[in-house]
């Protein structure tokens, strides 16, 4: 097998070649890497809302102690 690739002009091998991966898996491709960005934006998302959920926590809770607020 190794022989009959090595024997291939160089354009098949680092052309062709991939150029026909690319159209076979393309579409596989493209929807792990939708996917692995739509992973990173709900991690993210994620991440923001538990922020800003500490943040008004801890805004209501610092300022209902000190005497103030509601």
Same mark, same amino acid.
């Given at each position: =097998?190794?022989?009959?690739? =090595?024997? *291939?002009?160089?354009? !098949?091998?680092?052309?062709? /070649?991939?150029? /026909?991966? *690319? #159209?076979?898996?393309?579409? &596989?491709?493209?929807? #792990?890497?939708?996917? &692995?960005?739509? =992973? &990173?934006?709900? !991690? &993210?998302?994620?991440?923001? *809302? !538990?922020?800003?959920? /500490?943040? !008004?926590?801890?805004?209501?809770? +610092? +300022? +209902? +102690? ?5």
């Amino acid at each position: =097998m190794k022989e009959a690739f =090595m024997t *291939l002009p160089w354009w !098949v091998r680092w052309i062709a /070649i991939p150029a /026909i991966a *690319l #159209v076979v898996f393309g579409t &596989l491709l493209i929807g #792990v890497i939708t996917w &692995l960005i739509g =992973m &990173l934006f709900r !991690v &993210l998302l994620f991440a923001a *809302l !538990v922020a800003i959920l /500490i943040f !008004v926590v801890r805004k209501f809770t +610092s +300022s +209902s +102690s000190s005497g103030g607020g509601w």
